[in-house]
């Protein structure tokens, strides 16, 4: 059984800081690039930052600069580091892993609240 689990989501002020981890099990971790995702309420879900399986990495326009992803293949984990806040970065934050098989597979883990307000 394949589990995406994240943690780290809290209420933080703007200009603050938070780390977000997603642990991985039931799958070759290696094998697949891993990413985060975030939705806002009314809005659709939409890409913050990838890393592949290779440690390429990938970031949103919005959130360059101040986020940064990284994974670790040893202890099956992804970790999203977010630095400099803002309000506009409240959303539900959800881990994806995907890989290049044929078929591909997607997996989601069950998202995590990040809130940002004084």
């Known amino acids: 059984q394949v589990q995406l689990v994240e943690s780290g989501g809290d209420l933080v002020q703007p200009g603050g800081s938070l780390r977000l981890s997603c642990a991985a099990s039931?799958?070759?971790?290696?094998?697949?690039?891993m990413g985060w995702y975030r939705q806002a309420p009314g809005k659709e879900r939409e890409l913050v930052a990838q890393?592949?399986?290779?440690?390429?990495?990938n970031y949103s326009d919005s959130v360059k600069g101040r986020f940064t992803i990284s994974r670790d293949n040893a202890k099956n984990t992804v970790a999203l580091e977010m630095n400099s806040l803002k309000p506009e970065d409240t959303a539900v934050y959800y881990c994806?892993?995907?890989?290049?098989?044929?078929?591909?597979?997607?997996?989601w883990g069950q998202g995590t609240q990040v809130t940002v307000s004084s």
């Open positions: 890393i592949t399986r290779r440690g390429g990495t």
């Open positions: 039931g799958i070759i971790f290696s094998i697949y690039h």
């Open positions: 994806n892993a995907i890989n290049d098989g044929v078929p591909s597979y997607r997996f």
